[in-house]
Nanobody
Framework: QVQLVESGGGLVQPGGSLRLTCAASGTIAYTYTMGWYRQAQGKQRELVGTISSSGSTNYADSVKGRFTNSRNDAKDTMYLQMNSLKPEDTAVYYC???????????????WGQGTQVTVSS
């Protein structure tokens, strides 16, 4: 079994910062690309950013220059540093990872349960 757990969400004022954490646990042999997605109320889930196993990053235009994705493979953890937050960043943020489980040749897509980020004064 593999589990992804997000943490670090909360209420922050416009212009503020938050750091989200995604911790993976279970029988993990290798973690490929990891990513953050978000879903605002009444809207479809959208990509925020991804980070490959080599550390290459990709971001949605709406967060470029404000959000930074990083990972620590020794801890099976990914982070999203969010700066200069705007009310339109309000959403549930989900962690996603492409993982190969120990003892198998399969790669599967895993999702966390989400963490709420609310940007409001």
């Amino acid at each position: 079994q593999v589990q992804l757990v997000e943490s670090g969400g909360g209420l922050v004022q416009p212009g503020g910062s938050l750091r989200l954490t995604c911790a993976a646990s279970g029988t993990i042999a290798y973690t490929y690309t990891m990513g953050w997605y978000r879903q605002a109320q009444g809207k479809q889930r959208e990509l925020v950013g991804t980070i490959s196993s080599s550390g290459s990053t990709n971001y949605a235009d709406s967060v470029k220059g404000r959000f930074t994705n990083s990972r620590n493979d020794a801890k099976d953890t990914m982070y999203l540093q969010m700066n200069s937050l705007k009310p339109e960043d309000t959403a549930v943020y989900y962690c996603n990872a492409d993982i190969k489980r120990s003892g198998t040749h399969r790669r599967d897509d895993y999702w966390g349960q989400g963490t709420q980020v609310t940007v409001s004064s």
